[in-house]
C-alpha cells in the first residue's frame, strides 16, 4: 500500500474509534467469508465490523487516545465498532461465537475502559438498555406508589383514632376522665 493510502485508512479508522462508544476486537481465524456476512448481519445496524490491519489499526486507535487495546493486535483481528447498544453487540458476538468456535472474543474499550474478553461475556449477559430502564421505571413507581400509601395511611389512621374517642365519650365516658369543673366543685 501507497503512504497516502496507509495515511487515509489511519485516518478512516481513528474516526469510526472515535464516533463508537464501544469497540470489540475478534480474532476471525477459520471463519468463512459466507460466517462472515452472517456475524455482520448479526451485529445489525448499531455495530460495523470490519476485518483491519493490526498496525494500521493499533496507529488509529492510539490517535483516538485508545491505547488499552494495544496487547489484543496480534494475528487476524476483525474490530466491531459499536455505535448502538453495546450489550447487543456483545450478546451477537457472543451468540455467534458459541455456533462458530472459530470466532474468538479478545477484548475491547467501552467509554474509554478497556474490556477482557471474560468482561464482554459479562456485558452480553445484561438485559438490553430498554429493558433495564423499564425494571428501573417500575422500580420507582413502586417506591413512589408505597410513599403514597404511606401518605394516605397516617390521616386515615388518625380519623379512625377521632372517631373511636368520638364514639367512647358518646357512649357514657366510661373510662373518660372527669371534666376539670366537676373536680374543682368536689374540693
Do not use: H, W
Amino acid at each position: 500500500m501507497a503512504r497516502p493510502d496507509k495515511a487515509a485508512a489511519v485516518a478512516e479508522l481513528t474516526d469510526k474509534f472515535r464516533a463508537s462508544n464501544a469497540t470489540l476486537l475478534t480474532e476471525y481465524r477459520g471463519l468463512t467469508v459466507k460466517q462472515v456476512k452472517t456475524l455482520r448481519r448479526s451485529l445489525g445496524d448499531n455495530a460495523q465490523y470490519a476485518v483491519v490491519k493490526n498496525t494500521l489499526t493499533k496507529i488509529a486507535a492510539n490517535e483516538a487516545g485508545i491505547s488499552e487495546l494495544d496487547d489484543l493486535f496480534s494475528g487476524p483481528t476483525a474490530v466491531a465498532f459499536v455505535t448502538g447498544d453495546p450489550v447487543e453487540s456483545a450478546k451477537a458476538l457472543r451468540d455467534f461465537a458459541k455456533d462458530n468456535p472459530a470466532l474468538i472474543i479478545k477484548g475491547g474499550v467501552l467509554d474509554g475502559k478497556a474490556l477482557s474478553a471474560d468482561d464482554i461475556k459479562k456485558l452480553a449477559d445484561l438485559e438490553s438498555r430498554e429493558v433495564l430502564l423499564a425494571k428501573f421505571a417500575g422500580a420507582m413507581k413502586a417506591k413512589q406508589s408505597q410513599a403514597v400509601a404511606l401518605f394516605q395511611a397516617l390521616p386515615s389512621k388518625l380519623v379512625r383514632t377521632v372517631d373511636a374517642l368520638r364514639d367512647k365519650v358518646e357512649q357514657g365516658g366510661a373510662g373518660a376522665p372527669a371534666p376539670a369543673a366537676e373536680d374543682e366543685a368536689a374540693e
